[in-house]
C-alpha cells in the first residue's frame, strides 16, 4: 500500500522556470524528508520539516510541510540544469523504535538548458 | 570515512541462482535497511535492523533473508532469485532519534533472467 503520493510524475522545464512538486497522504507524519537521487546513486537528504506548517528554504528551494502534517510540497525558483534528478519525500511516524521511513512515488524532474 | 557501500554495483542472475549483497557502514549507526527501488514505486522496505543480532522484516519481505552478525555489516540473501526481484536495491543506515535521517549506499543493480 502506497502511503504518498508525488506529483507530477515526470515534469521537463526550461532553465530558469519555477516548479512545484508536491507530496500527499491521508496518514499524519512526525516528520517528512525530501530527497533527490542522481543517475546510479543512493537518494541524499535535502531537508527535514517537522512541525506542521512549517517553511525550511534551501538556497532555491523552498520546502513546506503542511499544516495537518499529511502533505508537503517543493518548490524550486529559476530551475537550473544541475536540479535535474529524481525528487523522493519521505515520512516518519511517531512510536516505535526503528526509524522506518516510508517513501513516496518520486517525481522525476529534467531542467533543459 | 566511506559512508555506506555496497558490493556488488551488478549483477545477473539466471532464475533460481542464490546470491547475497553486502553492506558496510563505517558511521556506527545502530539501524540499518534494505530497500528496493522499482519505476513508478519509489522505494520499498524489504527488511531493517536496529541492532547487532536482530533484523525485521519490512514492507515487501517474501524471498529475500538478512543478517546483521556485525554492528557494521548488514546482508541481504536471495536463495532462489526470481525474474520479479529484477531491481536495484539500496541499503541505509542511521542512529537513534528523532530525525530520521538515513544515510544511502550507492545502490546494486541486479537483473535475473
Known amino acids: 500500500t502506497q502511503l504518498l503520493e508525488q506529483s507530477p510524475q515526470f515534469l521537463s522545464i526550461q532553465e530558469g522556470e519555477n516548479l512545484t512538486v508536491y507530496c500527499n497522504s491521508s496518514s499524519v507524519f512526525s516528520s517528512l524528508q525530501w530527497y533527490r537521487q542522481e543517475p546510479g546513486e543512493g537518494p541524499v537528504l535535502l531537508v527535514t520539516v517537522v512541525t506542521g506548517g512549517e517553511v525550511k528554504k534551501l538556497k532555491r528551494l523552498t520546502f513546506q510541510f503542511g499544516d495537518a502534517r499529511k502533505d508537503s510540497s517543493l518548490h524550486i525558483t529559476a530551475a537550473q540544469p544541475g536540479d535535474t534528478g529524481l525528487y523522493l519525500c519521505a515520512g516518519g511516524r511517531y512510536g516505535g523504535a526503528t526509524n522506518k521511513l516510508i517513501f513516496g512515488t518520486g517525481t522525476l524532474l529534467a531542467v533543459q538548458p | 570515512n566511506a559512508g555506506v557501500t555496497q558490493t556488488p554495483k551488478f549483477r545477473v542472475l539466471k532464475t533460481g541462482q542464490s546470491m547475497t549483497l553486502l553492506c558496510a557502514q563505517d558511521m556506527n549507526h545502530e539501524y540499518m535497511y534494505w530497500y528496493r527501488q522499482d519505476p513508478g514505486m519509489g522505494l520499498r522496505l524489504i527488511h531493517y535492523s536496529v541492532g547487532e543480532g536482530t533484523t525485521a522484516k519490512g514492507e515487501v519481505p517474501d524471498g529475500y533473508n538478512v543478517s546483521r552478525l556485525k554492528k557494521q555489516n548488514f546482508l541481504l540473501g536471495l536463495e532462489s532469485a526470481a525474474p520479479s526481484q529484477t531491481s536495484v536495491y539500496f541499503c541505509?543506515?542511521?542512529?537513534?532519534?528523532?530525525?530520521?535521517?538515513?544515510?544511502f549506499g550507492p545502490g546494486t543493480r541486479l537483473t535475473v533472467t
Open positions: 541505509a543506515s542511521t542512529y537513534p532519534g528523532k530525525s530520521y535521517e538515513q544515510y
